[in-house]
């Protein structure tokens, strides 16, 4: 059975103990949500969008969202974190249904995120790639190497979408951006509480790699990265 969004709550409310990292998790929960409800075409056939949580160490909102939409029994959030659950601290494709990647070491996914676009494409399945990332977690050098490649790539089937709470080292406004417009990926900066605003930048694709940064950590103010040099942007 399918919950609502105004569900979440209580389900994230099960799960208890003291490596939950209810930071992490709250800040992603309206992105999760809107991408399994609004957005994403999701499933078991190869033909599906693939969601990718490099975000793994904040797993809760992930596992709320995925017992709220039927794909985990919700009697398994009270164990979770436990020597028997299949819900560990962090997520594991193994034993999780709907979970893509086993994630946890922050700077893989998006990496992670660029090979399965690109093996989709090289098996000729048109299927979105979504990657949650974190904005410290950018400073990993291996997503400077991949959001590179996507953009030389063209992939155009992948969505990073930063969930952006001002926690990285040297946070400066309009730095996010700016890495991934000098690489030529689309952009575009929304409220990370608004799911319209969400779904609307969500399911955009714009015919190259688009980045989504979700502002989290209050209102969303204007940003003006470095100018472009793609030819989309001189139109």
Same mark, same amino acid.
């Given at each position: ?84 659950? !299949?819900?560990?601290?962090? !997520? ?18 998006? !990496? ?42 063209? /992939?155009?089937? /992948? ?59 209050? !209102? ?16």
């Amino acid at each position: 059975m399918t919950s609502t969004y105004e569900e979440l709550p209580r389900l994230m409310s099960l799960m208890t103990g003291d490596e939950k990292h209810s930071a992490a998790a709250t800040s992603t929960l309206d992105v999760i949500w809107v991408l399994h409800d609004r957005v994403l075409s999701l499933g078991p056939g190869e033909d599906r969008d693939r969601f990718l949580l490099s975000k793994g160490h904040g797993p809760m909102a992930y596992y709320a969202v995925l017992a709220a939409r039927g794909l985990v029994p919700e009697e398994w959030l009270t164990d979770w974190g436990s020597f028997e659950s !299949p819900l560990g601290l962090h !997520p594991d494709r193994n034993l999780v249904p709907g979970v893509e990647i086993s994630s946890g070491s922050l700077g893989h996914g998006l !990496p992670l995120a660029v090979g399965t676009a690109l093996g989709l494409r090289a098996r000729g399945v048109d299927s979105r790639v979504v990657v949650l990332v974190g904005d410290a977690e950018l400073d990993e050098g291996s997503n400077a190497e991949a959001l590179a490649l996507a953009a030389a790539r063209g /992939l155009d089937a /992948l969505t990073v979408v930063v969930v952006d709470n001002r926690s990285a080292s040297f946070t400066t406004p309009g730095r996010i951006v700016a890495r991934f417009v000098a690489e030529g990926w689309a952009y575009a900066v929304v409220d990370g509480h608004d799911h319209d605003a969400l779904a609307s930048a969500l399911s955009a694709r714009p015919g190259r790699p688009n980045v989504v940064v979700a502002d989290v950590s209050g !209102p969303v103010r204007p940003v003006a990265p470095a100018p472009s040099t793609h030819p989309e942007d001189a139109r």
